[in-house]
């Protein structure tokens, strides 16, 4: 019966973890503890629950109870089976949008400061995004080089180029997954979409660093029409889809300067413990047998 009550334990664990993670959803915390406490509450509790399902996989379905000892197998095995499909779709989709991002060349991106190198699609909408893997790409809508001036557009892509520097197509690739293999914990939206308000502020606090905060908040105003257009999980933007409610929040932000907090989060630092504990079913197997 082994292997059943880990499973159990695992779900009941990851289920009251997510239970009480509205606690860390408080805008009035200082933007590192938010971005620290939403992160842990969201991949602690799946994470727990993919190593509790390889551990049972490694171990195999050895029981006294033999149909026991397959069934916790099997549910163990179509979990990890589903992460793969989970990560599996999100490669596919990623490489169907960077196939159709390939078509248009790399051009030369004029600032006032700066020249950036970028792809400009054909398309008088509103929309800009990096999109890839570990190194992403700048996209950006011929309407927004035409709509916006050139200190918009330089706060635009500094704002892009905190993704890049950030590697949010990367890490976002990964907790995407993860969202859509757990989407029956408690409060997955609430986590996910807290998620991705940090990231963009985030991105605007690395731009704040070297446009007017006044412009940059200009220019998000300028994207309230912008549609909705790539999944986040494999994008990260200045223009995607974005509710009123993470609008304001992300104005409020540049509006009340904040100089002394810092732009790194101490997440492996302050949660390490969580993390370990996360990891802990895998010890679990040389004392299988």
Do not use: N
């Amino acid at each position: 019966m082994m292997h059943s009550q880990m499973i159990m334990l695992a779900v009941l664990l990851a289920c009251c973890v997510r239970a009480w993670s509205p606690s860390v959803l408080s805008t009035v915390k200082p933007w590192s503890s938010r971005w620290a406490g939403t992160l842990s509450a969201f991949v602690i509790p799946p994470l727990f629950l993919l190593m509790t399902a390889v551990s049972v996989v490694t171990m195999g379905p050895v029981c006294q109870l033999r149909w026991e000892g397959w069934l916790s197998f099997s549910l163990a095995a179509g979990f990890v089976v589903g992460a793969w499909i989970c990560w599996g779709y999100l490669m596919w989709l990623l490489r169907r949008v960077s196939r159709s991002m390939d078509r248009y060349p790399l051009s030369q991106i004029r600032t006032p400061s700066r020249v950036t190198l970028g792809r400009i699609i054909d398309m008088d909408a509103i929309f800009s995004a990096q999109v890839g893997f570990w190194s992403s790409d700048l996209v950006v809508s011929r309407g927004v080089v035409d709509a916006l001036d050139k200190q918009q557009l330089e706060a635009v892509l500094a704002h892009e180029a905190g993704h890049a520097h950030y590697r949010d197509t990367f890490w976002f690739f990964w907790l995407g997954g993860l969202r859509r293999l757990t989407c029956w914990l408690p409060h997955t939206d609430e986590l996910w979409e807290e998620l991705l308000l940090l990231r963009e502020m985030r991105a605007d606090r690395w731009a704040a660093r070297t446009v007017d905060r006044l412009v940059l908040a200009e220019s998000l105003i300028s994207f309230l029409s912008a549609p909705a257009s790539m999944d986040e999980s494999i994008c990260a933007g200045f223009s995607l889809a974005t509710p009123c409610s993470r609008l304001a929040q992300r104005i409020d932000a540049l509006l009340v300067e904040d100089t002394h907090e810092p732009l790194t989060d101490p997440f492996w630092e302050k949660y390490w413990l969580a993390i370990a504990l996360a990891l802990t079913p895998l010890l679990t197997i040389p004392f299988h047998h």
